[in-house]
């Protein structure tokens, strides 16, 4: 649900009784019954309810050494006219450039809202060097870790895209409570990541604003991750930047169907191996299998421990990736595309606006022109 925010609707009929849903949920703002068929979640950002999202905040980077500095500030995350905006801006406009090679920044707060929420990959306190620059980007990152979190059900975020290298948009649900262990043994569900890139190919394929993916992650460990089995694709000739788009999920004990403007993109359906065998993990019988107890759709099930897997932080539409760990973004320069690292200042225009089904989702359109090569050099070294 991150900058964007997804709806999220169990699926069925409407009928005057309650019938039993399959889908469970927990948190502070879920309903205390389901009932097959109902809206369990929406929001329509009239107002930014923190009660409900909560922001990150840390310099971790999503262990991609990812070049924002997530936090709560009114400048990378606001609501206006019913629209949810994540924007990113330039860490040097408040600090200045030099701070990004020689200063120290905490990002631990006394406050409640205000700790550092993941201080994993020196994700709570940096000092910048030459060579490895303090994250030159601020931007945020919201989720309902706490609010809301669900099992089986349907999603929709209605969202616009940006545009500009380097952004790596994401709408994920990540899972509540890990109850397979940790990443990737509880799974991850990305409902949609795209890239901002408007001139980035891959032998001679567009994969920058003109992509879309939805994909599985899970494994027993981070290196054994199968996400290459489960990603779907498509592509849109005007790019997923000029336009609002409705990305779906429908979650079912069977399989996860994605959809984008109600035009399926892809399902993935397990055998009755599950996505142990799904993943092909069987074939290596060192390997325990974190989900032996569990349903076929295991990762993707998690019981009744309240509503599971999703929740997703949404990574806001302007998370920066690594040169280090994209190999998009490495093509790009490769190929030559723009280096485009300057932010407009005013940046942009509102992405995203969403109506149905009770849900708006909304970014910000981030346009970066030519580039000072040196914030494109120095985050390159990271
Ligand atoms: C919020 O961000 C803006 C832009 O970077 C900055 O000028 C301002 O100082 C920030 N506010 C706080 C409290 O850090």
């Not at 979640?41 to 050494?65: K, M, P, R, V, Y």
């Not at 788009?245 to 359906?269: A, C, K, M, N």
């Amino acid at each position: 649900m991150w900058s964007v925010l997804a709806g999220v609707l169990a699926v069925a009929s409407l009928g005057a009784a309650c019938t039993p849903s399959v889908t469970t949920v927990s948190g502070t703002h879920a309903p205390a019954t389901v009932c097959s068929g109902a809206l369990i979640f929406a929001d329509d950002f009239n107002s930014f309810d923190l009660e409900i999202w909560q922001h990150e905040n840390t310099l971790a980077g999503g262990g991609n050494w990812e070049f924002q500095y997530y936090n709560n500030n009114r400048t990378n995350s606001f609501v206006h006219s019913g629209l949810l905006f994540l924007r990113p801006s330039l860490m040097s406009d408040q600090f200045g450039e030099a701070f990004l090679s020689a200063g120290t920044l905490n990002v631990e707060g006394g406050e409640p809202a205000d700790r550092c929420t993941n201080p994993q990959w020196k994700g709570c306190e940096r000092t910048g060097t030459f060579n490895n620059l303090l994250n030159p980007i601020k931007s945020a990152r919201i989720r309902t870790v706490n609010s809301f979190s669900f099992r089986y059900g349907r999603v929709e975020v209605r969202a616009k895209m940006p545009a500009g290298d380097w952004l790596w948009p994401a709408i994920w649900l990540m899972p509540a409570y890990n109850t397979y262990g940790t990443w990737p043994a509880s799974g991850e569900i990305d409902l949609v990541e795209s890239r901002g890139n408007r001139a980035m190919t891959l032998n001679g394929v567009p994969i920058g604003v003109h992509e879309a993916g939805s994909t599985l992650h899970f494994g027993p460990y981070p290196v054994l991750n199968a996400c290459d089995r489960a990603r779907l694709i498509r592509r849109n000739a005007a790019g997923y930047h000029s336009n609002f788009h409705r990305y779906q999920l429908e979650w079912t004990p069977d399989y996860l169907r994605f959809s984008i403007d109600d035009l399926e993109v892809g399902r993935v359906t397990p055998g009755n191996g599950g996505f142990w065998e799904f993943g092909g993990f069987n074939s290596n019988p060192n390997i325990e299998n974190p989900w032996r107890f569990g349903s076929k759709m295991a990762p993707f099930d998690e019981k009744d421990t309240k509503g599971c897997h999703d929740r997703k932080p949404p990574r806001a539409p302007a998370g920066w990736s690594s040169l280090a760990d994209t190999s998009g973004v490495k093509t790009s320069l490769r190929d030559g595309a723009p280096r485009e690292a300057a932010i407009d200042p005013p940046l942009g225009n509102p992405c995203l606006r969403v109506l149905d089904g009770g849900l708006r989702i909304f970014c910000w359109e981030y346009r970066l022109n030519a580039c000072p090569s040196d914030l494109a050099e120095g985050t390159a070294t990271r």
